[in-house]
Structure formats: C-alpha cells, structure tokens
C-alpha cells in the first residue's frame, strides 16, 4: 500500500480525523482497521478516561457502559477489557496474526516513532505484548512513553495521529469535567470509518 489510510471518529462531541502509519506500523494499524473498520468493535464504546495534560484513552470493550470506573465492574476487570481473544487479521500485505487468548497482540517497536502531542497509541498492562483494543492519543508530549528513550520501561507503541479536528474536538474532550478520570458527562464513540 503506498499511502496511509485516514479514518474519521464521530464521537458525540465532534469528528476528527486520523492519519494512521500503515507502512511503518503495519500490525498495530491492521489490528485496529480490523476492529475498528470490520468489526466495528469501537461503535457505541465511551471514552473511559482522560488525563489533562495527558491523554485520552478509548476502547476498553467493558465501556459500554459510560461509568465503567464507578463500582459497575470487578475491581481486576476495570479498564483491563482488550480485543476479541483467539481471533485473526491480516496485515495488508496479506500475512496473518493471530490475537492470543487475551484478545491483545505482539508490540511493534519501530525506532523513532515518539508519543509526541496528537498521536495515537497502543494501551497497555505495561507487560510485553499486552496491547490489543485499547489505545490512547497523546494530548502532550509523551517521550517518556517511547521505548526507545530509556528513561522508563514504558513500550507505547505509535500508530497514527490526528490531522483534522485537534483544536476543536480533541482539546474540547480534553477540558470536560471529569470524576475519577472520567468525563462525568459520558462521552460516545459513535462510528470510526474510512475516508
């Protein structure tokens, strides 16, 4: 594929675009057009946390419920939920990956790729291979979270960044009041579709 793909996220706040970087990050851009694109497995999830000055983080499966974090789950199940265990995808040079029995997937350390403000990242437990549905964007910048600047043992993995709808949909999710890191007015992701 010789370009990127952009998507659009319809959030009940706003759309935004996203470039993703298909050629540099082809596992961790495959995973996410499968779920989010295939599957649809982001439609009607709410955003589940933000961090001023930090980020803001999506597609815990457990949230859709709005108040994931207030007493609705397991104290081991709150913010933890990932992809589709034991499943599929292809990356677009037609290789297969397989998500294991977790629903996450293999990191995809590429050298030079920073959490700088705007980009999109994989979540994780902080444990190796453990990214899979959950990501965050940036809404600073986050070198300490690459894990090629040896300043932690953080291995946050980049694979897009918004391009359409920063100042007035991403800054605007950003600023909400929020409880316990959540927005206390519940924020939807309504559709995650290709351009």
Not at 15 to 19: A, W
Not at 21 to 31: D, G, H, L, Q, R
Not at 54 to 65: N, R, T, V
Not at 101 to 107: A, Q, V
């Given at each position: 594929m010789a370009t990127n ?9 706003g ?5 993703l ?11 996410f057009v499968?779920?989010?694109i295939d599957r649809k497995?982001?439609?009607?999830l709410?955003?589940h946390?933000i961090v001023?000055e ?12 709005p108040?994931?974090?207030h007493g ?5 199940d709150?913010g933890?939920?990932?992809g ?6 292809k990356?677009?040079?037609?290789k297969e990956?397989?998500?294991d ?7 995809e350390l590429i050298?030079g790729i920073s ?9 994780n437990s902080?444990e190796p291979d453990?990214?899979g549905?959950?990501?965050f964007?940036?809404?600073?910048s986050n070198?300490h979270?690459d894990w090629f600047?040896g300043s932690?043992?953080?291995y946050?993995p980049?694979f ?5 709808g920063y100042?007035?949909?991403v ?20 559709s995650?579709?290709?351009?």
């Open positions: 793909d952009i998507v659009v996220f319809e959030t009940t706040e759309s935004f675009q996203v470039e970087f298909t050629e540099k990050m082809p596992i961790t851009v495959a995973n499968d779920l989010a497995f982001y439609d009607g709410y955003i946390r001023p930090f980020c803001i983080q999506f597609g815990c499966p457990f949230a859709l419920d108040h994931v974090y609705t789950l397991e104290h081991d709150v933890k939920g990932s589709p265990a034991d499943t599929s995808f990356t677009f040079d037609g990956h397989q998500r029995e977790d629903g996450n997937i293999e990191d050298k959490n700088e403000k705007g980009t999109l990242s994989m979540a902080g453990t990214g549905s959950q990501f964007i940036n809404v600073t070198k979270l600047n932690s043992e953080s946050h980049v897009g960044k918004v391009i359409k100042d007035d949909v800054e605007k999710i950003e600023k909400v009041e929020i409880n316990a890191e959540q927005p206390v007015t519940p924020i939807k992701v309504i995650i579709r290709m351009v």
